[in-house]
C-alpha cells in the first residue's frame, strides 16, 4: 500500500479492529498460535468492476453494480487451508464454522460506560460549619413609597 497508510495501520484497518468491533478478537484479526489463520493474499495494483452476473452471493442485483474497485484478492485462506485461488472458490457448502459473540463489545462501548461513570452526580463528603450564623429579620412586604409628583407620566401602550 503506497502513500496513505504503511502495513501496520492497513492491517488494522482492513481486519484487527473489525475484529475487535465483533467480539472475535484475538481468535480472528491476527496471526498468532490457537488463532484461525483467516489470511488474504491481494494484489494492490489489479482492479475489478463489481458487477451481479459476476458475484458469487447468486442474486439479482448488487449495490455496488459497476463500482470499480482498486485491489483484489488473489489468494484466501481460511483455518489454514486455501479456499480461494485465481477466481475459484475451492471450497464446499458448509464448511464454515459457527463463531458465537458475545454483545455489546468492549471497544464499542467501554467509553461509552467511563463517561456514564464520569456524569453520574456524587455526594460530596463535608464537615459541618461550626461557625457564626447571622440572624436576619424579615420584616414583609418592602415599601415602594409614593411617586414623585413631577415625574412625568406616559399613558400605557401595547407594547407596555
Given at each position: 500500500?503506497?502513500?496513505?497508510?504503511?502495513?501496520?495501520?492497513?492491517?488494522?484497518?482492513?481486519?484487527?479492529?473489525?475484529?475487535?468491533?465483533?467480539?472475535?478478537?484475538?481468535?480472528?484479526?491476527?496471526?498468532?498460535?490457537?488463532?484461525?489463520?483467516?489470511?488474504?493474499?491481494?494484489?494492490?495494483?489489479?482492479t475489478k468492476t463489481i458487477?451481479?452476473?459476476?458475484?458469487?452471493?447468486?442474486?439479482?442485483?448488487?449495490?455496488?453494480?459497476?463500482?470499480?474497485?482498486?485491489?483484489?484478492?488473489?489468494?484466501?485462506?481460511?483455518?489454514?487451508?486455501?479456499?480461494?485461488?485465481?477466481?475459484?472458490?475451492?471450497?464446499?457448502?458448509?464448511?464454515?464454522?459457527?463463531?458465537?459473540?458475545?454483545?455489546?463489545?468492549?471497544?464499542?462501548?467501554?467509553?461509552?460506560?467511563?463517561?456514564?461513570?464520569?456524569?453520574?452526580?456524587?455526594?460530596?463528603?463535608?464537615?459541618?460549619?461550626?461557625?457564626?450564623?447571622?440572624?436576619?429579620?424579615?420584616?414583609?412586604?418592602?415599601?415602594?413609597?409614593?411617586?414623585?409628583?413631577?415625574?412625568?407620566?406616559?399613558?400605557?401602550?401595547?407594547?407596555?
Open positions: 500500500v503506497g502513500g496513505k497508510m504503511d502495513e501496520n495501520r492497513f492491517v488494522a484497518v482492513t481486519s484487527s479492529n473489525a475484529a475487535k468491533l465483533h467480539n472475535l478478537y484475538p481468535r480472528k484479526g491476527r496471526i498468532i498460535p490457537g488463532a484461525d489463520a483467516d489470511v488474504v493474499v491481494w494484489d494492490p495494483e489489479a458487477s451481479a452476473s459476476t458475484q458469487v452471493q447468486g442474486g439479482d442485483i448488487n449495490l455496488y453494480e459497476n463500482m470499480r474497485c482498486h485491489g483484489v484478492p488473489l489468494v484466501t485462506i481460511s483455518r489454514g487451508r486455501v479456499v480461494y485461488e485465481n477466481g475459484v472458490f475451492m471450497c464446499a457448502e458448509g464448511t464454515g464454522k459457527f463463531c458465537p459473540l458475545r454483545s455489546f463489545p468492549d471497544i464499542a462501548y467501554k467509553k461509552l460506560v467511563q463517561r456514564e461513570k464520569s456524569l453520574k452526580l456524587r455526594g460530596v463528603d463535608r464537615t459541618p460549619y461550626l461557625g457564626d450564623v447571622a440572624v436576619v429579620v424579615h420584616a414583609g412586604k418592602k415599601e415602594t413609597g409614593t411617586p414623585l409628583a413631577d415625574t412625568p407620566t406616559r399613558p400605557a401602550t401595547r407594547h407596555g
